[in-house]
């Protein structure tokens, strides 16, 4: 079957860092994506990996290993506005076609 | 520019009844998802369309009916509704460049099946 895990949940400080793991098990792998949802509201796009190798986007950052079928999200000096929900999504083929994991709540505390 | 809208945010039904939702989108995408998501979980995908005229199967299609008669519309029908299908349905779309990479989602349809 086709399957993502992370953890469920992850509480940090204002100012940390704090990771997020996924591991993908996923039949047409393309690439890893990862959006956030506050609230039950509309997720939204953070980033994309395609590739092995770290991508950069101001405050968070992606990493990806094909060959672990790993990846993480990176998020830096925290802010209060970052608890959110997060999920991993695994793209199989190349129309979009996303399997998500069953998300990340992170609680950033003062 | 509006984005992906979705109506109507809020339904109930009773089992047996039936409804569409309606997705509509003005960034000239290509393709077009349903989602839905129950509680503490994940998104899953109930159909998608690469193109106007087109739909396919996503992971959870059973009971739900898809049309995309127009590139900016997406229609999800639900024919006899049942209690299982209570969730919130989001709404998705996305450029057909770079394969659908980003996708843009609707405020969500919360439905409830009596």
């Known amino acids: 079957g086709q399957s993502l895990e992370q953890p469920s949940e992850v509480t940090a400080v204002e100012g940390a860092i704090v990771q997020i793991n996924c591991t993908y098990q996923t039949s047409g792998f393309y690439g890893l994506s990862w959006y956030q949802q506050h609230d039950g509201g509309a997720p939204t796009f953070l980033s994309y990996?395609?590739?092995?190798g770290l991508e950069e986007t101001g405050r968070f950052s992606s990493f990806l290993s094909r060959s672990d079928s790993y990846g993480y999200l990176l998020l830096q000096e925290l802010q209060m506005k970052d608890s959110a929900s997060y999920f991993c999504?695994?793209?199989?083929?190349?129309?979009?076609?996303?399997?998500f994991g069953q998300g990340t709540t992170l609680q950033v505390k003062p | 520019n509006a984005g992906v809208t979705q109506t109507p945010k809020f339904r109930v039904l009773k089992t047996g009844q039936s409804m569409t939702l309606l997705c509509a989108q003005d960034?000239?995408?290509?393709?077009m998802y349903w989602y839905r998501q129950d509680p503490g979980m994940g998104l899953r995908l109930i159909h998608y369309s690469v193109g106007e005229g087109t739909t396919a199967k996503g992971e959870v299609p059973d009971g739900y009916n898809v049309s995309r008669l127009k590139k900016q519309n997406f229609l999800l029908g639900l024919e006899s509704a049942a209690p299982s299908q209570t969730s919130v349905y989001f709404c998705?779309?996305?450029?057909?460049?770079?394969?659908?990479?980003?996708?843009?989602f609707g405020p969500g349809t919360r439905l409830t099946v009596l």
């Open positions: 998705a779309s996305s450029s057909g460049l770079a394969g659908g990479r980003t996708q843009y």
């Open positions: 990996n395609a590739l092995d």
């Open positions: 999504a695994a793209h199989s083929g190349n129309t979009g076609k996303l399997i």
């Open positions: 960034m000239n995408h290509e393709y």
